[in-house]
């Protein structure tokens, strides 16, 4: 069955850098790419940004570009959100998402549907001095 | 991108049928069809419930049906559950590549 399962929490002081990590199974990793979602406390859920599976294309969020990186692993069916220079509001639940936005076979890649058919369990990255 | 517009709370008894609206703009929700809906427990990962406006995924039950007309999107879950109270949360393609925008969220409690 398709899993997303992710690294754990993090704590980090203020201008330091976190990396999170999104094991993937139960599909070929490389056929479905990646969104990252994160909620923050009392907040909605925000788009982070996508990365392509199959290439390493990234689209991120315009709030966050300059300070966030999308990459993946592609021995071990990984995905990695690290976010840089982190502030008290960056204090939230991320996810990572298969996204259906981009379908790649070994000839090409289209679009199955825009949206996200499975999840990740959530990793809380902490904030604080 | 602004995030798109829900109502903070909707609640109904059980039985009831309740409606979530999701107001975006001609530049998402108004310009293809491409809005998903998402049930979201505290603590637990969101779930897909609604794709593409109106089609249910496998295993989601058909109290869940979701509509569009123009820039807005619903959610109406019909024969309300205790179940069903959770967050809710639209999202529309944006277009340029790959990229979504989410909806500020509804809470559903179920009176």
Not at chain 2, 15 to 40: K, L, P
Request: charged fraction near 15%; charge should be neutral; aromatic fraction near 12%.
């Amino acid at each position: 069955q398709v899993q997303l399962v992710q690294s754990g929490g993090e704590v980090k002081k203020p201008g330091a850098s976190v990396k999170v990590s999104c094991k993937t199974s139960g599909y070929n990793f490389k056929s479905y790419s990646i969104s990252w979602v994160r909620q923050a406390p009392g907040q909605g859920l925000e788009w982070m940004g996508w990365i392509s599976t199959y290439n390493g294309d990234t689209n991120y969020a315009q709030n966050l570009q300059g300070r966030v990186t999308m990459t993946t692993d592609t021995s071990t069916s990984k995905v990695y959100m690290e976010l840089r220079n982190l502030r008290s509001d960056d204090t939230a639940v991320y996810y990572c998402a298969r996204d259906l936005g981009s379908y790649c076979t070994s000839s090409s890649c289209y679009p199955i549907g825009y949206y996200f058919d499975y999840w990740g369990q959530g990793t809380l990255v902490t904030v604080s001095s | 991108q602004s995030a798109l517009t829900q109502p903070a709370s909707v609640s109904g008894s059980p039985g009831q049928s309740i409606t979530i609206s999701c107001t975006g703009t001609s530049s998402d929700v108004g310009n293809y069809n491409y809005v998903s809906w998402y049930q979201h427990h505290p603590g637990k990962a969101p779930k897909l419930m609604i794709y593409e406006v109106s089609n249910r995924p496998s295993g989601i039950s058909n109290r869940f049906s979701g509509s569009k007309s123009g820039n807005t999107a619903s959610l109406t879950i019909s024969g309300l559950q205790a179940e069903d109270e959770a967050d809710y949360y639209c999202s529309s393609y944006t277009g340029s590549s790959v990229s979504y925008v989410f909806g500020t969220g509804t809470k559903v409690t179920v009176l």
